[in-house]
């Protein structure tokens, strides 16, 4: 472990204090090991911790809508429906997002966007609260749809920001492990969020999860308002319009970071949509009920937490472009799988190894496209791979609910998989950037 740069002697000061300070240093170095060193940035420690609480609360109220919207429905559609609403914003103003991330202040930006989540959910939770002479809630299929639409608006202006920060709260021999970590802690909000939200609507209801949501924001609103944030150098003053073609160029410029947002795309068009039929699956396929739901999103949670905790003490990953190649085979395998799977177990197992391969790719292309920017470009670029990231899977989403109208909904799902299992396979055996890729 680098234990930073040298400490050099101040003038004035004796070698008795140098060297007390030197030993201040090295212990703080030793109470943070190799796995978990990011933390031993104090603003890091905040926005790792606020950002995993509120996490949380934003898996138990994604388990609660989706179980609400196959209790209003019972259809599959409607499931993709909801999820488009909810992702579509991504491919719409993402970009824009990036351009202001590289403008504007990037933690006052992100005090905005999450105080409007938070009164979204409380505004669910309202709605989800109040229920008809039949004991079904009152809230409507499009009332839903809506919402998830402005939630993802605000998520999407806060994503580039997000990721562009990190690299501002630790020292740059850290922003491996940093962004590990913070996959780390997302995915321990899919064991812990998902598993909390199945025995919370059974304790308090639906609404119940949309409010212990709203209230989870407040963990992250006190840790940005916490954070020393660093001043940063006013952009140029040039249109937005500008501002995102110069993105484009210097993304076009970078042949290994241009693959990577291509393999990004495929497997947010084709995989990840996956995540959102997990409570059809639950309901229909495996009969498992509301518990049954918590433990097979904990199941893909857990494998992902070991994922990113794997490359976290790996600190370096040496050939990457293979590392994330092989990951997205065995990921969109264990896709095809449960797909097909009508065994509550197996299912459980394999959407542990989705987990795992999934964060573990993922983790790969975040830390190749993080070192590959410059601080400049560093919002533009986040923004261009958060909108395929987190801007494709809606019309996936929609993709593989218009086919579960014509097909069975697993036989869809595992040929979306399947496409993207091709295209991995021959991305890498044609582009020399990806292969050389270390």
């Known amino acids: 472990m680098s234990a930073g740069p040298p400490i050099e002697e101040p003038s004035g000061i004796g070698p008795e204090l140098t060297g007390a300070v030197t030993l201040v240093a090295e212990t703080e170095l030793r109470d943070f090991p190799q796995a978990i060193r990011a933390l031993r940035n104090p603003n890091f420690r905040l926005f790792w911790s606020g950002n995993f609480l509120s996490n949380i609360g934003t898996w138990m109220q994604n388990v609660a809508q ?54 979204l959910a409380f505004l669910l939770a309202a709605l989800a609260f109040f229920k008809g002479p039949d004991g079904q809630p009152l809230i409507r299929i499009w009332e839903i749809a809506a919402i998830a639409f402005l939630n993802g608006t605000a998520m999407s202006m806060n994503a580039p920001s997000y990721q562009a920060m990190v690299p501002k709260l630790v020292k740059r021999e850290d922003l491996t492990n940093a962004i590990a970590l913070n996959s780390a802690q997302f995915n321990m909000s899919r064991i812990l969020g998902p598993t909390l939200g199945g025995y919370a609507m059974i304790l308090l209801g639906v609404a119940g999860n949309f409010f212990l949501n709203g209230l989870s924001f407040v963990a992250v609103l006190l840790a940005l308002m916490r954070i020393r944030y660093p001043d940063e150098k006013p952009a140029r003053r040039e249109s937005m319009l500008s501002s995102l073609r110069g993105g484009f160029r210097y993304l076009n410029s970078e042949p290994q970071m241009r693959v990577l947002i291509v393999m990004t795309a495929a497997v947010s068009f084709f995989g990840i949509p996956f995540l959102s039929f997990i409570p059809f699956f639950a309901k229909v396929q495996l009969n498992a009920g509301e518990s049954g739901l918590g433990w097979l999103m904990a199941g893909s949670g857990l494998g992902a937490v070991l994922g990113a905790m794997t490359v976290a003490v790996r600190g370096i990953i040496r050939r990457r472009g293979v590392v994330l190649t092989t990951a997205g085979i065995v990921f969109f395998l264990s896709i095809i799988g449960f797909s097909y799977s009508h065994s509550f177990a197996l299912s459980v197992c394999l959407a542990f190894f989705e987990g795992y391969s999934g964060i573990t790719m993922i983790s790969c292309f975040n830390i190749s496209i993080q070192h590959l920017s410059n601080d400049e470009m560093r919002g533009r670029i986040m923004s261009i791979y958060a909108t395929g990231f987190l801007g494709l899977p809606p019309l996936g989403a929609l993709l593989a609910g218009e086919l579960s109208r014509h097909i069975p909904t697993g036989h869809a799902l595992a040929a979306m998989s399947g496409m993207a299992l091709l295209i991995f396979v021959g991305i890498f055996a044609r582009s020399h950037a990806l292969r050389s890729l270390d």
Do not use: C, E, H, Y
């Not at 919207?69 to 579509?88: D, E, K, P, R």
């Open 66 to 119: 989706g179980w609400l919207v196959i209790t209003l429905t019972n259809s599959a559609f409607w499931l993709g429906v909801v999820s488009f609403a909810g992702a579509i914003p991504f491919l719409i103003f993402t970009l824009f997002g990036g351009v202001i991330a590289d403008r504007v202040n990037k933690r006052r930006l992100l005090l905005v966007t999450q105080t409007v989540m938070m009164l």
